[in-house]
């Protein structure tokens, strides 16, 4: 991982601006709170599919779906995005609700823990994306036998990043650390460790790998599959698909690392595998992906 420039210090104008925001966050959260979980996950999913498709966002994702799916009319590609925009706005309230989620096993069902099994004890590298809800990914990963550490991007906003990290905090045991210069080293430290590193794989990363997604040409991280690579682990990719409600299964399966002389190629090969299964996983349920991204180049 490349070392990362310190975080400038913000100027007057922007303490107050992300102050404002980090204070909205904490209101919202706490009404939310206060509600039953499937209420304010459905609240705020109705908010989102009413408000959302009135932004430019809006138009950006059907664009991106229409280019995935060439066949697909101006009418279909509209239901998905906005049954995207409601998956979205569950996902904003069940991530100040975590918590909540966690105290209720039968919320999160693991389809397949048999896929984990060979990992316990040793450790693994595993992926998602923003489909479902992937913060619940790794609800159970320590019942499995797999505590986690976690890797996620840094948000502009200091304050709110605070927030939603005490909010995540719980369901890594190893950790939750935002890129930097040195998260690399305590990754690598935790996979000799035995322990186990989850990475949302699907955003684009100009210094990453060219791979193919939806037949067309992505960036993508390929620290994951170097990883896998390096420290001889397995590679998982995992999914959470929303099944009613605040209601998950969590599917997996693993991808084959490559491990041949050329690290490089091997990186570009299996971070294309860990994207195929994407992919698929994706045109089984399209409305619970985020096509807002801009994934493709």
């Not at 890594?172 to 460790?193: A, N, V």
């Not at 993508?220 to 682990?233: E, F, G, S, V």
Request: net charge positive; charged share 30%; proline share 4%.
């Amino acid at each position: 991982m490349k070392a990362k420039k310190s975080r400038r210090p913000l100027t007057r104008r922007e303490k107050l601006s992300f102050r404002a925001e980090w204070l909205a966050l904490r209101f919202i959260g706490g009404i939310l709170r206060s509600m039953p979980l499937d209420w304010s996950s459905a609240f705020m999913g109705n908010m989102w599919r009413l408000i959302a498709p009135m932004t430019h966002r809006h138009a950006r994702a059907k664009a991106h779906i229409m280019a995935a799916y060439p066949e697909m009319t101006l009418n279909e590609a509209d239901k998905i995005i906005r049954d995207m925009w409601e998956n979205l706005g569950r996902v904003s309230a069940e991530t100040v609700l975590l918590s909540k989620i966690h105290k209720d096993p039968s919320r999160v069902t693991y389809v397949n823990p048999e896929v984990f099994e060979p990992s316990v004890g040793e450790g693994a590298v595993l992926v998602t994306m923003h489909s479902g809800n992937w913060e619940v990914v790794s609800d159970k990963a320590e019942e499995l036998g797999l505590p986690l550490a976690g890797v996620y991007q840094k948000l502009k906003n200091p304050y709110s990043e605070g927030y939603l990290v005490e909010k995540r905090n719980f369901l890594y045991k190893l950790g939750l650390f935002c890129k930097g210069h040195d998260t690399g080293t305590k990754i690598i430290s935790i996979l000799r460790k035995k322990g186990s590193v989850a990475f949302v794989a699907d955003v684009r990363d100009h210094r990453g790998v060219k791979i193919e997604f939806f037949k067309q040409p992505s960036a993508a991280t390929h620290i994951p599959a170097a990883l896998a690579r390096t420290m001889n682990k397995r590679l998982i990719a995992v999914v959470a698909r929303r099944k009613k409600g605040s209601r998950f299964d969590i599917i997996a399966k693993e991808i084959p690392v490559a491990r041949t002389k050329d690290r490089v190629q091997d990186a570009i090969t299996t971070t294309q595998a860990v994207h195929d299964q994407f992919e698929e996983w994706i045109r089984e349920e399209p409305s619970q992906w985020m096509w807002i991204m801009k994934k493709w180049i």
